[in-house]
């Protein structure tokens, strides 16, 4: 990882890549002090992971979550805490912006969310 980090640095272009900024995100994260870390987290972590993997360029992630997998993702968010308070919301000098990272994931939650698959709009019309 420190290799990819230090070419990611080196590429003034390559800060502003979706995949640096979702890693950057997801990196600046540790489990809340105090809680205990759950599967959610975990899966959460994962996904978030999994959605950088996927991002080419400065596109969004391609790939969709499922809303039990955006739950997951949700509960991972709120059970994590900055690293560095400090530096959360700063962008520093030759590093991927950690908010434009949270930013992505939840605008790829939010677009599941309003996209719901078939099954789950039909139930909520009947409701």
């Known amino acids: 990882m420190a290799n990819a980090q230090r070419k990611v640095a080196e590429d003034q272009h390559a800060l502003e890549l979706t995949r640096a900024r979702i890693y950057a995100y997801v990196h600046a994260l540790q489990p809340l002090d105090g809680?205990?870390?759950?599967?959610?987290?975990q899966r959460g972590r994962e996904l978030v992971t999994?959605?950088?993997?996927?991002?080419?360029?400065?596109?969004?992630?391609?790939?969709r979550l499922t809303l039990d997998e955006c739950a997951d993702v949700v509960t991972f968010m709120h059970t994590s805490e900055p690293r560095n308070r400090a530096t959360f919301y700063k962008?520093?000098?030759?590093?991927?912006?950690?908010?434009?990272?949270?930013?992505?994931?939840?605008?790829t939650i939010e677009k599941t969310l309003r996209?719901?698959?078939?099954?789950?709009?039909?139930r909520r019309r009947v409701a």
Do not use: K, N
């Not at 809680?35 to 987290?41: K, S």
């Not at 999994?50 to 790939?63: C, F, Q």
């Open 50 to 63: 999994i959605l950088a993997e996927t991002s080419e360029g400065y596109d969004m992630p391609r790939r």
């Open 115 to 122: 996209s719901p698959p078939a099954a789950f709009a039909s």
């Open 35 to 41: 809680c205990e870390v759950m599967d959610g987290y």
């Open 91 to 107: 962008d520093l000098p030759g590093r991927p912006s950690i908010e434009c990272g949270l930013h992505i994931v939840l605008c």
